[in-house]
């Protein structure tokens, strides 16, 4: 009957100790701790009926004497042949004994593995005077990417919250580059013991909340310090709470993977291709993330001169997005073109309506469905569905663009036949591998591009201090670089040859009349205007700004998102007269920048 007692009392603390150590699953050096501590008491219990002693005192002491040289593999275990073996109650007993006997060395071997690798990584940062040192908060598919696409020579690569199970031997890709391994997460890791002038950290798991708070912990403790930040997210929050923060020596960037992701696609796929009869006719399928942020970008990237812009959203949830647009963007749904169809893809009402949107001719195509399945069988129900309604030449092939994740998949989707070989012409976008390339969404031509967009308006700001003051700055000169080659484009109409030298050539030609001028200056104003408004931004009237302007000091609310420059281009000069700022000047500026911002 005692033994049964002590037997429930250790599991007990079996229990709350596994509940403990699973909250700290991830860092080995708080894991195992509360691992061995529980285990040591709970030898201790089950000692304790076994050891011979005059006292309760003596038995306590000589029980926890017991557990703690178990630690060290220094203990006696005769005392466990003392205990007979009949009765299940003792073959219990004598089998959590020797569990205890295994499991406590082992994980006594493991703290201290832990402890010399982290010693090891440290000596290794010590020495890294000239190498470049890049720090990952997470060992996953998305650091692995940007890991292996960074010039490894010369530089120093550290993966915080490292785990060998999730490493899977991925790490040996990696050439050439200085690989330490550290237990510890990033925010408890000391950058000021690292000797090297140049630091990067990618901050990138997969909960937003945490790496946020990882952001915030960086710029208080570094913000003296001159270091780089890449947060990668898909959430506006961060942007939001990180404006605010005063980020000192620090240089920040949100990297939104599913903004970035559909820049770099309406950069290489631009819209207006296969349009006709100046019409931009967009059809979008789902209303996921990935969706929605198209259906913003489509608008303001997709206003052309002479040009007309056509969206078209089919999904089960259509109106649900209609509504939330209604509700934080209500000036985009009043101002544009859209036909919100509340049909799954796949009804029969989805395709009679696909037949009226056919005549209109769609030319560009964007699925962006749930899952990579659902995206590829309806880009493919698409490429078949338009070549059909052509019955005169059976040759209707819009851009069709299906949002797939899998490298393996878009890899075969990109060159995707039939049996008569056949091309189904589906552009697949958005892998792993196209998403966290470093020449993606770090360094890409839009992300150079929109640094000279800033420098155009702000040319003192040579270390780009400003730009990354405000992550509002960096998104606006980015959305106006990638709209460059739209507008060049439009001016050079069938000129247009999309060879940059060439085009670049007539372009600056042409800026030599003042209508060219004005024409791309009231283009740029419309392209502002959508952008704001797809920004969740409403326009103020003089009197609003007159009103608040005492409170804001500036002509602009943007806490109430109010912008009084969000009316026609030939209206902006009432607006100027109130403010005193010429408006249209900075079109007309960025207008004039283009030749030098491309060379």
Known sequence: MEKIIYLILVCIILIFTGIKAKRHINDIKKCIPILLIGLTISLTVLVYPLIEASNIVSKIVFSIIYAAQTIILNEDIS????????????????????????????????????????????????????????????????????????????????????????????????????????????????????????????????????????????????KQKNIKIYLITNTDLPRIILDSTDKGNIQLEIVNEIERTVYNLLDRKPLYLHATNNIISVLIVGTSKMAKEFLKTVTWCG?????????????????????????????LIENYDYNFVTADINSSFATLKLNELAKTGINYCIVALDSDEENINTAIFLRRFFLREDKENFSNMPIINAFVQSDLKSNQINVLKNEKNNSYNINAFGSIRQMYLHSSIINSNIEKLAKKVHLSYNPDDTKLIEYYKLEYNVRSS??????????????????????LKEDLKLFEELLNNKDVIKKLSKNEHDRWMAYMRADGYNSASVEDVKKYVFITNDYRHHLAKLHPALTEYENLEEIENVIKKDLKKSDEDIIKSIPQILK
């Open 303 to 331: 206003q052309l001169i002479g040009y007309k812009l056509k969206i078209s959203i089919i999904d089960i949830n259509a109106n649900k997005l209609k509504e939330e647009l209604l509700n934080h963007n209500k000036e």
């Open 478 to 499: 980015r959305a106006t670089a990638l709209h460059i080659k739209y507008k060049i484009y439009s001016i050079l109409k069938d000129n247009f040859k999309n060879n």
């Open 79 to 222: 005392i466990i042949n003392s205990i007979e073996t009949v009765g299940i109650v003792n073959i219990i007993y004598i089998g959590l004994m020797y569990i205890h006997h295994l499991l406590m060395p082992l994980l006594t071997v493991s703290f201290l593995l832990s402890l010399i690798n982290d010693f090891t990584s440290k000596i290794k940062l010590l020495f890294n005077f000239n190498k470049k040192v890049v720090i990952f908060s997470n060992i996953n598919e998305k650091s692995i990417t940007i890991a292996e696409s960074l010039d490894n020579k010369n530089i120093t690569m550290l993966f915080a919250n490292y785990n060998k199970e999730e490493e899977n031997g991925i790490l040996e890709n990696i050439k050439e580059a200085n690989i330490i391994k550290y237990t510890k997460s990033l925010e408890n890791i000391n950058l000021n013991s690292i000797r090297s002038k140049d630091i990067t950290c990618y901050i990138l798991s997969n909960d937003s909340d945490k790496d946020l708070d990882i952001t915030l912990s960086l710029i208080e403790k570094y």
